[in-house]
């Protein structure tokens, strides 16, 4: 068993989440406003093939999201990866730079999505005169605000989110069904003709996975989830099924209502599906619903990256003071603050988009090393099983998988998001090594 620092916090966190919230949670997360870009670029490598790319994307993000439901029922734990990559491996730097690794991905996020929403909100609502960057500082305190405030209080803003979000994707399917049958769904783009379309389709599905990533943060929030070991399975199961449903069905409908050029040619792709099948509809209203969905991906975010810190704290790999409870609102008041501070210079700092790009790579070394800690622990005698166990080649497959993209994606011809990510990762090692020669609590 691995020696744990205890939490300086009294009281802790509280338990309120069920299964609905943390499956709503979960979606919240997938079902960002990356859906509404990507779907675009995705037709445009795959033609009108592009749903068979989004179900073997959900194939390959479900394999790794059955890992990390096995973990959750064994370990509902709030460091999440990084406490089963320290159960497994024993090893704090590997533990640590993945902690660190899915903190820098949620404070990247975070801080993307606040420039998005600023600009959004200046576009629907008309203040072009008010600086982008006054609105995002706006935005991140009033996320900062409700993180604070309760895990309760939270969900609810998620819920009603995600809510508002699936129901943007809902309209556009419902709008374009009566479309559905009129195109050839396996037409493809004339250059695949050499390649042919299981490559083609195969390609774009490494663009299409990584709207599925966000079910990783379920496992965070564990130690507030009313009977975890249940709760966590069933809720990212539910989560990952339901973004693979909406995906196919918004990526058939759009290319039956659009042909897959204009779709890919397209600035907003589902924007423009809805003005083509329902015309009535205000223009406006995707870009509203945006606004809720891309500020649910930053509570998400927040709320996963301030539980992230509290648990590594709890485990020794971070100062003890970071992981501190506040005794009235039952939130991790400290980290929330180290977040806060953090978001504001990214902000300030201005582009982090290839700082984003950086990150996705980083959580590919992530699912890997889940995946991994996964098949050491089954194989372990004296691990206490779940009550949600997963044969043991899923997680193998999970490991090829994740290993596919991410070859796949360093090999591509954008070499500055694979140079940033070996920066991030080297950043990360020296903080780890300053941390151990200034405090004990670093093992």
Not at 92 to 102: D, E, K, N, R, W
Not at 128 to 152: D, K, N, W, Y
Not at 188 to 198: E, F, L
Not at 238 to 259: E, F, K, N
Request: aromatic letters at 8%; one cysteine or more; hydrophobic letters at 55%.
């Amino acid at each position: 068993m691995v020696a744990e620092a205890p939490i300086d916090a009294k009281p802790g966190l509280i338990r309120s989440i069920g299964t609905t919230q943390l499956a709503l949670y979960a979606l919240g997360s997938m079902v960002g406003s990356g859906i509404y870009g990507l779907i675009g670029k995705a037709a445009g490598e795959a033609g009108s093939a592009v749903w068979l790319s989004f179900l073997i994307a959900m194939v390959a993000a479900l394999l790794t999201a059955l890992s990390y439901a096995s973990l959750g029922s064994r370990y509902p734990r709030a460091g999440g990866a990084a406490y089963v990559t320290d159960r497994a491996f024993r090893l704090p730097v590997l533990s640590f730079t993945i902690g660190l690794a899915l903190v820098a991905s949620g404070l990247t996020s975070i801080a993307t999505q606040s420039k998005i929403f600023a600009a959004i909100l200046a576009d629907f609502a008309g203040i072009e005169a008010l600086p982008p960057t006054a609105i995002a500082v706006g935005f991140l305190l009033i996320m900062s605000g409700i993180v604070f405030r309760g895990i309760r209080e939270s969900m609810w803003v998620n819920v009603v989110c995600t809510l508002l979000e699936v129901s943007g994707i809902l309209i556009v399917i419902a709008s374009g069904i009566s479309y559905w049958g009129t195109v050839d769904y396996f037409e493809t783009p004339p250059q695949s003709t050499d390649t042919g379309i299981a490559l083609v389709v195969l390609q774009a599905s490494v663009l299409t996975f990584f709207a599925f990533i966000g079910f990783e943060d379920a496992i965070n929030v564990a130690e507030e989830c009313k009977d975890p070991q249940r709760t966590i399975p069933r809720g990212l199961v539910i989560a990952t099924a339901s973004a693979a449903l909406l995906y196919v069905a918004v990526s058939i409908t759009a290319v039956s209502v659009l042909p897959w050029q204009e779709l890919a040619a397209a600035p907003s792709p589902l924007t423009a599906v809805l003005q083509r099948s329902a015309p009535g509809i205000p223009a406006g209203l995707m870009s509203f619903i945006a606004l809720f969905s891309v500020a649910n991906t930053a509570l998400v975010n927040y709320v996963t990256a301030s539980r992230l810190i509290y648990g590594m704290s709890g485990q020794g790999l971070l100062p003890g003071f970071v992981g501190r409870v506040h005794e009235v609102r039952r939130t991790p008041h400290i980290a929330i603050a180290v977040i806060l501070g953090l978001l504001l210079l990214l902000v300030v700092a201005g582009e982090i988009a290839d700082l984003a790009a950086a990150t996705v790579l980083l959580l590919l070394v992530v699912f890997i090393a889940v995946n991994a800690s996964l098949i050491v622990l089954k194989r372990r005698k004296g691990e206490a099983l779940g009550q949600f166990e997963i044969p043991l080649i899923l997680p193998i497959a999970g490991i090829v998988v994740c290993l596919a993209l991410l070859v796949t994606r360093v090999a591509s011809t954008d070499w500055r998001a694979p140079a940033l990510a070996g920066a991030l990762l080297g950043l990360i090692l020296c903080f780890y090594a300053a941390l151990r020669m200034t405090t004990s609590k670093i093992r």
